[in-house]
């Protein structure tokens, strides 16, 4: 009886209804398959409430000298915008007031830093870099002997290439000043014509005239000084520092110190930490 129901009731559906029902038969949620869901709409925007219009008055004066600097630095700004936007009397004023806290609160940064470095002058460079002109001469007489001292130790494994070309007006001047250089420090400086060996000035990457490379003996590394033209004391300067670095005396990192700087403010490799063994 049933079944004979159920046989009238498909009958009597549409040609197309039975046909998608068998067509669908076997979908749906009775076979674990969800419906595909909606494309979802644009989400609400929440209007944004306006925010509280800052004011000196919801502080106390501790409370604003107590600030995190980044809270304190968005509380300036904004008081400034508001004495912008609305530029009272009184939005000025405490606009300026609170910048009379930020002066004195870096007026007391400035303090404690001259009482620390006082009391801990190992944290200062005052040692390596005196400001002062007696010190300061005593520091340049320095680095003039450890220049010529290493130079003159080194001139027997080291030279300089110098790559030059007879029309070049800028070579002129760079000669006269290499002239002096090697009367100074004894060195060997080799002079190399570009435009009769192009392929020498090729494997040092010399690309423009006038140009100096320190080379040393047994190594085949080597060490451009200058490109263009430069003084005497630059390429007295530059070849210490190459020569340094070369002998592996210096690393890249320690390229601008000086031998009597060691373990002092500019030792990059002396790292002293409060409650640790000083450094060898």
């Not at 498909?10 to 067509?23: Q, R």
């Not at 409430?49 to 304190?72: A, N």
């Amino acid at each position: 009886m049933r079944r004979s129901l159920m046989v009238l009731a498909i009958l009597s559906l549409p040609a197309t209804a039975s046909a998608n029902y068998y067509n669908d038969s076997a979908k749906g949620w009775w076979w674990y398959q969800k419906e595909p869901e909606k494309p979802a709409g644009k989400p609400e925007q929440k209007k944004k409430s306006p925010s509280k219009v800052p004011s000196l008055k919801d502080y106390t004066y501790e409370q604003i000298w107590e600030m995190h600097p980044d809270q304190f630095q968005e509380f300036a700004e904004a008081l400034k915008k508001k004495a912008v936007q609305k530029p009272s009397e009184e939005n000025v004023k405490e606009y300026f007031e609170v910048q009379e806290i930020a002066r004195k609160k870096a007026l007391a940064f400035s303090n404690v830093a001259q009482f620390v470095w006082q009391k801990y002058p190992e944290l200062t460079t005052k040692k390596d870099y005196p400001i002062t002109t007696p010190g300061n001469l005593a520091r340049i007489a320095q680095i003039n002997e450890e220049r010529q001292r290493t130079l003159r130790d080194n001139r027997e494994d080291f030279a300089l290439i110098y790559f030059q070309r007879p029309d070049c007006s800028y070579c002129d001047e760079q000669s006269r000043i290499l002239d002096w250089f090697t009367n100074e420090t004894g060195w060997t400086v080799k002079s190399v014509n570009t435009r009769e060996n192009p392929g020498f000035a090729a494997k040092f990457n010399v690309e423009i005239t006038p140009a100096l490379v320190l080379i040393q003996k047994g190594n085949q590394d080597y060490l451009p000084v200058s490109a263009g033209v430069i003084s005497a004391d630059e390429i007295e300067d530059k070849a210490y520092r190459a020569v340094r670095l070369l002998k592996g005396d210096i690393s890249p990192e320690e390229y601008s110190l000086y031998e009597f700087q060691k373990g002092g403010a500019f030792d990059v490799k002396k790292r002293r930490l409060q409650n640790q063994e000083p450094n060898p």
